[in-house]
């Protein structure tokens, strides 16, 4: 315990010694974007463009050589030879939830209990992690934020990333609940000396019953007079009105249609299948069903020892071509901190078998779409926020991803990190001994 | 009468052999037998070689007199004929726990002393224990064993790194110790587990097991010179017992090429007991002249029904369902002696299956009776006494009813030093056929069948079918029937004798207790017809086998691929050298070197490639790398100098295929950061399909990981019972163990007799500048902290890994000529990795640091051209530069500069051609060669798969026949392989 109370003092000591970058205030001025290559994020090129924003939101978005507009009175940018992308989304991230993995004292990210669609991520997210400020020079701005553990892991939230507190920060209010489908696989006690082997788990059905028993029983609480309040079931009802998005985290093909069978005789409509290993194997029943798939991290190892080494690259373009909704999520060992990299996932996927816009649409409108925030986020189209950055070159290869101007609903944010702040006293440090 | 006639011989004999001529006797008068017993007109199997039609065995006192088709029989034998059966030397097992109690698990928590006084330091070694002290003879287990043919087993205390020494036992269930046990002292047995009795935490790894057993061995050497003034009876006792036969026990091919390899370095041979998966590279196995004890312990079929379950089986699994009872036939005809075992069997019962499918698998029942019987003996060094029925030996012999590896023989009798054990009676009158016989008015109709092991009857009487029980034993059968009256519940009994002719003969008793004499006329002969479906297909051809791939799973090579002359044409060549990079290119490899660069090249003997819009570059050099590693962590001590990665390869991790797809042609294996002084590293090339040790580099550099911070001060224990616990204490640590090994050296440098201790003289290496350290770290006060250490004992870190502060303190680092392999972007996964930024690589790079980008995770390491492209983002690094970062900059660091890391004519052909800029992410590996060999192919990574699915689909099939035929199956598993990474440790040690 001491020990804790030590690296907590110790983590306030250095955050004030290294204070976070203060948030950018509200739009004052018109701002247009000219000469870019701006990439919609829903297919769309536009070569040379003009983008112009107020207030926030878009208000232009075309050819610059056909628009007739007058940039008088705005801040011009000239962003000739450069790239403009709406700003990346994550969907099912944790950013916010943890600071330092292995400092137990830093770690909201899951609860006791198994069933716990009460609990709120939102709460718990720290507006001003120095992880989350080292998003933003990768154009990765806005996302979800997500609890986990358990059987029903609790409720999300979608934040921006660029805020003074949560509150600041939301997007959109619980948005979802988070399910972890029961394993097809499970492993002997080897502690009782039984097998260690994952072998067929005995208990899938009983664990998908009791699943199917707390749905029925929020159903029926939340239907009846509510005498004696009860959290949990209380917090479900969101699912069956239609306000909140189940996402139902599952691998394999046999588990991913259970949860797609059960999920509709629950009579919830908006679902998404979270990891998706092999969703790939039946795209078409996904289809069918109008079922999106939030799919698993592109840089991970195969998981089986016969799979195809590229495997986890290529999901992606099999699910694409069936014409699911894609989005890529992150979820994994070091999940937070590689967040920024989610552009480079999408650009592999570019390199086995999609193509570039195609592969933007999954880090931007279809998790926009997804998590129903495509109003305002995840395209860049006239009404909509202005939340898109400029990139020196194209922003889903790393060695062009650079980016020089970033705006969340036109605020224009600092790129500047706990990281890149070390990296200019340092290289200071160096040019002084020369 | 004869069996009756029997027993009382067999108490005769059994009276005469307990009562010992020193021993008093108060039970009696002595009465000693000293009569032969001759066993005639039988098949006598002498010997493999040697068979006896119609021969005669003579026996007295437990052992062979002759045996012969015409021998002399003295007038005091007691004769027994064997016509049309048969008699073979009873199986000897050399590796059981027979008699011995399994061992009781000790303590709770980390240990890091010893817990006994007066012998070895470590409690995992134990030679002096002797298995005679906790024997106890089990008459139970003996018999189950008399039941699969075994009449003489060797056993040992299963328990420990040294087990100390086995014993030899007869199982004669009607003796005592004092004759059962053949000799006390057979073996000295090892294995690379600890013991379970003790919680000492050394060694934590197989490559701690291994050094420790080096250890011992010299420190038993220099015990036996006379060095040391106090006691170690551990070590006394394995001196003492060097010249008995040395067991060592292993799980796997891999293990055993271990075993093997401290061995050998001792001038040992031991005599292995194996995994039964020695088939998968057989060449090797053979060179270790080792002497197998094969377990036959074959998989099931996975039930395969399910195909959502079924497709996680992997290909390696269902190959070894498939291939394993292959194993003793190719060992056989490989000239691999080995003597078979049931060692490893869940039930002992499978023994004679899992032996009848080594046989349909075509082992040769010659090679199997000699594995059983001749082959134990030799090792044992007793083919006098046993494994023949040669004049002299014991009287250890089974009488079957005819060929002992024939499915449908039976086993009669065991007899073990002269004495009888009767497995099945062999005199059992055979009264299957059909019966008629008449009671009390009634004419009924009687079937038996069976009668020699199961007997049945059915009954009919008119229309009538009646319900019927029957058992059979010494002549007499019991018959207990129904009336013909179904609705009342009455039962008619029947004794009759069937010693007589064909007829069944006794009395009956009828329901109301009037007894009738009863008379069954036999009508007709079992019709010997039907049955043994299983046995209908037959014969000759051996069950189909999936052929063998190099390594032997998915993905794996049926022929190892062979070097080529190749012609790159028109490429975008990155040649790392002063050419920069060059378009429109030629390169031609040959002789697994490159030969030449330039335009226009031809050479005749060349396979040309067409690489127009492609690009070439040197192969992709991991610097920091846990893949192909069957541990990587000895945690047991605060410092492993004396392990090394090298004995722990992994060549069938499917990891090295993986990385050969991202271009990764060479790398460290480090060992893990559990400890201040870690273990040595393997500098190899991923050269997949060969061999382990083919893997290393020639005249490979020497290299040994160290570590700081928070994993070797242990933060994240729960215990705080290991120095150091603090970087104070870490720099202590250095300081000790430099100081101790610079003494070492001196001490052994100055001639005289020293103790030989492969800590030190590793770490004398060291200060030696003979072998680099490779430091892992993360903040700069305890990099500083080791360059200093190392500037007192006059040498150079060579490379800081991980070095995520190193941006902090590169000129310090330029000074002092360190290099630094870092992460392109990780951090905040712990504490001390607060302030890493992904600049570092280009602040240590623009500093003068030789920098290097490294994965330390299989699966970064599949994309490490991504993670030097990181630093043209972070940094702006020149590409060219950049693309250093992952070749020609580990290169240097690992001393390798001048064999690869840059295209330049001379070096080794490692080499990757890349479907698009090599930094971009859009590229893809499309060859990976190392010295001229194409690794991996696209396009035949491709016709892998289609392979792969194939061979599956076809196995399944032949589960799905196994389980149709009524076989038991197991469930499917799935395959998994433990991610390793600096903080592994092995599980299971």
New interface residues.
Partial sequence: MKNYIY?IAFLLV?SIGYAQQTPASKQSKDIAIVGATAHIGNGEVIENSLITFSNGKITNIGDATVMKLSTVNMEVIDASGKHVYPGFIVSNGTLGLV?????KASSDLSEMGTFNPHIRSLIAYNAES??VESMRPNGVLLGQVVPRGGRITGTSSIVQYDAWNWEDAVIKVDDGIHINWPN??SRGRWWLGEDA????NKDYNKQVKELEMYFNESKSYNAGPKDERHLPFESMAGLFNGSKHLYVNVN???GITDAVNFTKSQGVSNITIVGGYEAGEIADFLKQNNVSVFLRRV????N???D???LPYKLAKKLVDAGVLVSLEPSGQ?E???S??LP?YA??A???GLTKEQALQLITQNPAKIMGIDNMYGTLEHGKSATLFISKGDA???????VTHAFIDGRQLSLETH??K??KR??EK?NQ?D | MIKAYLRLLVFLCSFSLFAQDYFPSNSGVKANNSNYMAFTNAKIHVSPTEVITSGTLLIKDGKVVSVGKSINIPKNTTKIDLSGKSIYPSFIDLHTTFGVAEPKRGGNGPQYAASRSGFYWNDHIMPEQDVMASFKYDAKSASEMHKLGFGVVNTHNPDGIARGTGALIALNNDADNSLRVVDGETTQNFSFKKSVKSRQSYPSSIMGSMALLRQMYDDAKWYAAGNVNTKDLSLEALNGNKNLLQIFEVGSRLDLMRADKVGDAQNIQYTIVGGGDEYERIDEVKSSNAAIILPIDFQMAYDVENPFLASTLSLSDMRSWNQEPHNPRLLAENGVKFALTTHGLKSKKSFKTNLMKAIESGLSKEKALEALTTIPANLLGKSDVLGTLKTGSYANFLITSGDVFDKKTKLYENWVQGMQHVIRNMNVKDIDGDYEFKLAGNDYKLNISGSASKPKAKLESGDNSLGTKMSYSGDWVNLTFTTTDSYKKEYIRVAANAANGNNLSGKATLPNGSEYSFYANRTADSNADKKDKSDSKKSGDSPFMSPVTYPNIAYGYTNKPKAETLLFKNATVWTNESEGVLENTDVLIKDGKIAKIGKDLTDRSAKVIDAKGKHITAGIIDEHSHIGAASINEGGHNSSAEVTIEDVLDDEDIDIYRNLAGGVTSIQILHGSANPIGGRSAVIKLKWGESADNYIYDNTPKFIKFALGENVKQSRSRTNSRFPQSRMGVEQVFMDYFSRAKAYDDAKKSGKPYRKDTEMEVLAEILNGERFISCHSYVQSEINMLMKVAERFNFKINTFTHILEGYKVADKMADHGVGGSTFSDWWAYKYEVNDAIPYNAAIMHNAGVVTAINSDDAEMSRRLNQEAAKSVKYGGINEEDAWKFVTLNPAKLLHLDDRVGSLKVGKDADVVLWTDHPLSIYSKAEKTIIEGVTYFDLEKDKQMRDAIKKEKSELINLMLQDKNKGLKTQPVKKKEKKLLNCDSMDSGY
């Fill in positions: 690296i250095s600071e330092v993995d292995a400092v120095k992880i097809s696989f082997a994952l072998k067929p394999d093909q046999k840089h991970t190892r195969p089986n020892e016969d195809d080494y590229d070091m937070r901190m590689n920024r990299n480079f650009g592999t570019v390199a086995h889903l290869d790393m060695r062009t991803n650079i990281q890149t070390l990296w340092y290289s160096y001994q």
